[in-house]
């Protein structure tokens, strides 16, 4: 079931929870400051090499009339912003946000012939305040594809296939460790019934109404905090390297 628009092997790891438990063990591991940005897994829908976009552009392409979504698009339309920081509360400067998730209808653009590609993705580079920003949509819930094993598996167990709506987030700097994580909507159902036990409650966000924007009807403001890299130094001793 697995190609270059799916990874079955990821999807079933997601169902019984083993991802998220792996992301939950290694962040508290990793974890320098109770202040850090909690993570969240991955996902089988990433792409590698999204367009990097100036702060204020959208991720929503060629939107028009004729998208059977559109009336949803436009009455979840958001604009997005915030700040990345150091444990420490100071703005990152240059840090990249990679940022995607899913349409109106469920499906992730390699999921779905009918959107452009690389629809509902961009990369956003922070401003001299650690400032980002860009349009996206409020996300909304979806089912996992339940057509493999992991969707077999899943109705043998009696369990629902339904992912709340989230948006993701991969955020990394020079000097940080990177941080990959999801924001969750509050108005959505499955927050408390996760089909792959993502949700952390640090992560469940409230978009507020936005007045006198043609663009977005919906504002939400959320800071990222990295974590210090903690890599291994390494350390020359008479000539020979060795790490600590």
């Known amino acids: ?27 508290r591991l990793l ?47 958001a ?12 703005p990152i400067q240059g840090a990249i946000l990679d940022v995607w ?19 509902l993705r961009g990369r956003f580079e922070t401003d001299a305040d650690g400032r980002y920003a860009l349009y996206a949509l409020r996300p909304a ?25 989230h948006i993701h987030f991969i955020v990394s700097a020079p000097g940080f460790r990177t941080l990959t994580t999801q924001i969750y909507d509050d108005r959505d159902e499955y927050v408390a019934k996760d089909a792959v036990f993502a949700v952390k409650d640090e992560l469940v966000v409230k978009f507020a109404p936005r007045e006198g924007d043609p ?7 959320y800071d990222f905090v990295l974590g210090r890299d903690r890599a291994p130094q390494v350390q020359v001793n008479g000539g020979s390297e060795s790490q600590q």
């Open 1 to 27: 079931m697995s190609d270059d628009r799916r990874n079955e092997t990821q999807l079933l790891c997601d169902v019984v929870g083993l991802e998220s438990l792996v992301d939950e063990i290694t962040s």
């Open 31 to 77: 974890a320098s400051s109770d202040s850090e940005t909690p993570s969240a897994i991955l996902g089988p829908f990433y792409r590698q090499n999204a367009p990097l976009l100036p702060n204020g552009s959208s991720i929503v392409q060629n939107l028009d009339p004729s998208v059977p979504w559109y009336e949803k698009a436009v009455a979840d339309s």
């Open 79 to 90: 604009f997005v912003t915030g700040r990345v920081l150091s444990s420490s509360g100071d």
């Open 101 to 119: 998730h899913a349409a109106p209808n469920g499906l992730y653009e390699q999921q779905d012939e009918s959107q452009p590609d690389m629809n």
């Open 141 to 165: 819930p979806y089912p996992i594809p339940d057509d493999g094993p992991a969707g077999r598996l899943l109705a043998l167990l009696d369990r629902h296939p339904y992912r709340p709506g």
């Open 215 to 221: 663009n977005a009807r919906w504002s939400l403001e």
